[in-house]
């Protein structure tokens, strides 16, 4: 494979008969739509152009323009990619199947992704925090990740988010990097950035991380380490970004906006301008565990601060961080933006298994990783079911909104605080995407 020796792409077929494509070594996921499931499979085992051609037009009758447009564009790509290679007489494609793993999906629903949590420990303690206090010292054993790890894998999953608490404390953090990598998946990594320097950056990237995110609060040192409740915690994640661009490991900076920080978050469109593979994510403080009667001046979240986010949304384009795009790659009915539930489940450092990070609560558990597969929770979790069952259309305020392929109903943590209803509309989206 000329040129491309260190290329990895895990190549998946979903069960809506989408593409996943994942490049390994670049830590991304694009995704194909709209393409016969059957014709793409047919492709990918290495089928003469002309068959296929053949055989889309017989199966897709007046469609087959279509199909065929989209077909060679996928084409393209994947040579681009150096997937595939025409052979000498230009009638067929040869697979490069050195480093390609293809997975043909078993599912009921696509799963694409899986946050675990490796640790509720933390070396912090900041004001705004959703992990309840009172944290849990007992954890799952190396080798349970290490079979969650397997699972996933087995099931397609393309990217495994690492997180906690503060993942880079746990004592094997490095080995459950280098295992997810050495399956082939994507991995992030959430950190806080208090042990981030050049030997961790270094380990890090020999363990294949390719992409983290971590958390800023503020632009200023006083602002950040006042809620982070660290002294010289930004600073220290400052001092690392250079390091972090040296080694092309791609970084979101993400930003828990208050009224007490939001007009900051503007300073960081110059600030990172200068850096290629670090962008800025910035989202909204949520008053899980009623944090905000306890904290009230740091985490008030007022109409003044939603707009300025949504300002910065729109005039940060450059430096502001697509992570989210992946999820809006789908046109679905089904409710939230963010995937959970519908291509996203997680795992809670006991290895309870909920819809999202933050909703760690008995009425949103699916199941227990100890003594049940993670297949069968995702396929046959009740309160998986009965999530998947409502649909945008079911939701009176989203069902008429101009905006609602935009915002699919907004975070299901947000509609659930406010209207006591993870099957509700978000308010904060609707100010969001419908008010000026
Ligand atoms: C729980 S932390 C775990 C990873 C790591 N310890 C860190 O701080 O980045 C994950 C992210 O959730 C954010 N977060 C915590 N509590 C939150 C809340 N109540 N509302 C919104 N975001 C919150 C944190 O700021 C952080 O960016
Ligand atoms: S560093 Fe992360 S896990 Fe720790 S208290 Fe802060 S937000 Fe929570
Ligand atoms: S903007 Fe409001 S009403 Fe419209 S889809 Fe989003 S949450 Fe629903």
Same mark, same amino acid.
């Given at each position: ?7 990895? #792409?895990?190549?998946?077929? /979903?069960?809506?008969?989408?593409? =996943? ?7 991304? *996921? ?9 014709? +793409? =499979? ?21 469609? =087959? ?8 564009? *996928? ?9 595939? $290679?025409?052979?000498?007489? @230009? ?7 050195? $480093? ?5 999906? @078993? ?17 912090? /303690? ?22 969650? *790890? ?9 990217? *495994? ?11 094997? #953090? ?22 981030? @320097? ?8 020999? &363990?294949? +991380? ?74 909204? #403080? ?55 539930? $519908? ?9 309870? +298994? ?9 009425? #949103? ?7 049940? /597969? ?8 009740? =309160? ?22 935009? &915002? /699919?109903?907004? &975070?299901? +943590?947000?509609?659930?605080?406010? $209207? ?9 989206? &609707? ?6």
């Amino acid at each position: 494979m000329e040129g491309v020796e260190n290329e990895r #792409f895990r190549v998946k077929l /979903r069960t809506d008969g989408a593409l =996943a494509i994942t490049n390994i070594e670049e830590n991304k *996921i694009k995704v194909y739509k709209g393409i016969d499931k059957q014709i +793409v =499979a047919l492709l990918l085992k290495y089928s003469k152009s002309s068959h296929v051609e053949k055989l889309i037009l017989e199966k897709m009758g007046e469609n =087959a323009e279509n199909v065929l447009g989209k077909l060679e564009h *996928i084409i393209d790509e994947l040579k681009d990619m150096n997937i595939i $290679n025409e052979e000498k007489n @230009n009638t067929s494609y040869k697979i490069n199947k050195q $480093n390609l793993d293809i997975y043909s999906e @078993n599912l009921t629903k696509s799963l694409d992704e899986i946050y675990i949590e490796i640790t509720k420990r933390c070396n912090l /303690r900041c004001y705004h925090c959703y992990i309840d206090n009172d944290i849990l010292k007992r954890e799952m054993s190396i080798e349970k990740i290490q079979d969650i *790890i397997d699972q996933a894998a087995e099931m397609g999953v393309l990217m *495994i988010k690492v997180t906690g608490g503060e993942p880079l404390i746990h004592k094997d #953090f490095f080995k459950i990097a280098k295992y997810i990598r050495d399956k082939n998946m994507l991995l992030r990594v959430y950190t806080n950035g208090t042990s981030l @320097n050049e030997d961790v950056i270094n380990n890090m990237y020999n &363990c294949g +991380v390719k992409e983290i995110q971590i958390s800023v609060d503020g632009f200023y040192d006083e602002t950040h380490d006042s809620i982070r409740r660290k002294k010289g915690n930004l600073n220290n994640i400052k001092q690392a970004l250079p390091i972090l661009e040296k080694n092309n490991i791609k970084t979101i900076l993400s930003f828990t906006a208050t009224d007490f920080n939001v007009s900051e978050i503007k300073y960081f469109s110059e600030y990172l301008k200068e850096f290629k593979h670090i962008k800025l994510n910035a989202s909204l #403080f949520m008053n899980y565990h009623n944090k905000q009667e306890c904290n009230h001046d740091m985490l008030n979240v007022s109409n003044d601060t939603i707009n300025e986010l949504k300002r910065c949304a729109y005039t940060m384009q450059d430096v502001w961080s697509k992570k989210m795009d992946y999820g809006f790659t789908y046109s679905n009915d089904n409710i939230g933006y963010c995937g959970a539930g $519908n291509f996203s489940m997680y795992i809670s450092s006991i290895g309870e +298994v909920y819809m999202c990070p933050v909703l760690q609560e008995n009425s #949103f558990r699916l199941g227990n990783v100890n003594g049940e /597969r993670l297949k069968d929770i995702w396929e046959n979790s009740e =309160a998986l079911n009965e999530f998947r069952k409502y649909k945008l259309r079911d939701i009176d305020k989203c069902n008429s909104c101009q905006k609602v392929n935009e &915002c /699919r109903g907004g &975070c299901r +943590v947000r509609a659930y605080l406010s $209207n006591d209803s993870i099957y509700s509309h978000d308010p904060i989206s &609707c100010s969001m995407f419908l008010e000026d």
